[in-house]
């Protein structure tokens, strides 16, 4: 499984940006697809997931200001980010749960990841 992402960048407070990633490879079906960061000194942590039956969630910290959607026929998943303040700064990694057989357990795979800077 590869998973190709883009969309990071330098943005001031209170600004947007959009990050985008689509998956390919050996896989049968996806489970879902999310982000993750890691901030500056701290480990990483869950953004959002889209599970492939729609149901979206948000860690707490960005509920209301990051929102996620998927393009299934791409295999993609994007990450809409508003409001954008300084403590988002960090590597943004995009996630997949997928299936290699029908049936089978999901395998979970992490991206390179993109920066995100959020600096005036």
């Known amino acids: 499984v590869q998973l190709q992402a883009s969309g990071g960048g330098l943005v001031h407070p209170g600004g947007s940006l959009r990050l985008s990633c689509t998956a390919s490879?050996?896989?049968?079906?996806?489970?879902?697809m999310g982000w993750y960061r890691q901030l500056p000194g701290q480990q990483r942590e869950w953004v959002a997931v889209?599970?492939?039956?729609?149901?979206?969630n948000y860690a707490d910290s960005v509920k209301g200001r990051f929102g996620i959607s998927r393009d299934y026929a791409k295999n993609s998943v994007y990450l809409q980010m508003d409001s954008l303040q300084s403590e988002d700064t960090g590597v943004y990694y995009c996630?997949?749960?997928?299936?290699?057989?029908?049936?089978?357990?999901?395998?979970?795979?992490w991206g390179q990841g993109t920066q995100v800077t959020v600096s005036s």
């Open positions: 889209q599970v492939s039956g729609g149901a979206k």
């Open positions: 490879g050996n896989f049968v079906s996806i489970a879902a």
């Open positions: 996630h997949i749960s997928y299936r290699i057989r029908s049936g089978g357990t999901p395998r979970d795979y």
